[in-house]
């Protein structure tokens, strides 16, 4: 069946660095690569998506990459701030949304 | 708030028994999916309707029910229920179910004891 795997499961990074989370999935229908973020005992919430006919998407300090022959695609956070730590989850989707497990991101003062 | 509204926000029960979860998705939103997250796991697809059909299933046991009915609010049934199936339920609302940003509820805390 249809998989994603992310990494890393967790993540701690000096605040004003910038911090990187990486998935692959399995399904090469896959079309839509959604990110959310999901602060603590709240709901998943998403921060940026990218569709399969585009490479880069940029928004303020977030950026994905997507790598279609490869099935990799990336979160990339940039002058990280407190407000970052929560949970981010990557997910593949053509039909259903197939997340990962996530990953913890920290970040320290 | 997503827009979405899920029923009730905690719930607590014993072994053995059956629930109903409820989500009315947001206005105009077609596709409804349902999410399961334990404690420190990631969000578990269990199934996704679209437009009262269902349209695409996970890894959800045949303990575990679900349907859309024609006003498009879904109902979520967990019968036989065991200390495991403790978890948060979340529902998401999607406009077509596809390609499209899918919007979460506050979830549903089940409990069992």
């Known amino acids: 069946g249809e998989n994603v795997e992310q990494h890393p499961s967790t993540l701690s990074v000096q605040e004003g660095d910038s911090a990187v989370i990486k998935c692959t999935y399995s399904?090469?229908?896959?079309?839509?690569f959604p990110w959310y973020k999901q602060e603590l005992g709240k709901r998943p919430q998403l921060i940026i998506d990218?569709?399969?006919?585009?490479g880069e998407k940029k928004d303020q300090r977030i950026a994905v990459t997507l790598n279609k022959t490869a099935k990799h695609f990336s979160l990339h956070i940039t002058e990280t701030q407190p407000e970052d730590s929560a949970v981010y989850f990557c997910a593949a989707s053509r039909v259903k949304i197939i997340f990962g497990k996530g990953t913890r991101l920290h970040i320290l003062p | 708030d997503s827009g979405v509204t899920q029923t009730p926000k905690h719930l607590i029960t014993a072994t053995g028994q059956r629930v109903t979860l409820r989500c009315s998705p947001r206005?105009?939103?077609?596709?409804v999916y349902w999410y399961q997250q334990s404690l420190d796991q990631g969000l578990q697809f269990l199934i996704q309707?679209?437009?009262?059909?269902?349209?695409a299933k996970g890894n959800i046991l045949e303990r575990f029910s679900a349907q859309q009915f024609p006003d498009l609010h879904s109902e979520l049934n967990l019968s036989s229920l065991e200390l495991g199936d403790s978890a948060l339920y979340f529902c998401?609302?999607?406009?077509?179910?596809?390609?499209?940003?899918?919007?979460f509820g506050q979830g549903t805390r089940l409990t069992v004891v």
């Open positions: 309707y679209y437009n009262g059909e269902e349209r």
């Open positions: 990218i569709r399969s006919n585009v």
């Open positions: 206005s105009g939103d077609l596709s």
């Open positions: 399904d090469s229908a896959s079309n839509y």
């Open positions: 998401a609302s999607s406009a077509t179910g596809e390609d499209t940003e899918a919007f």
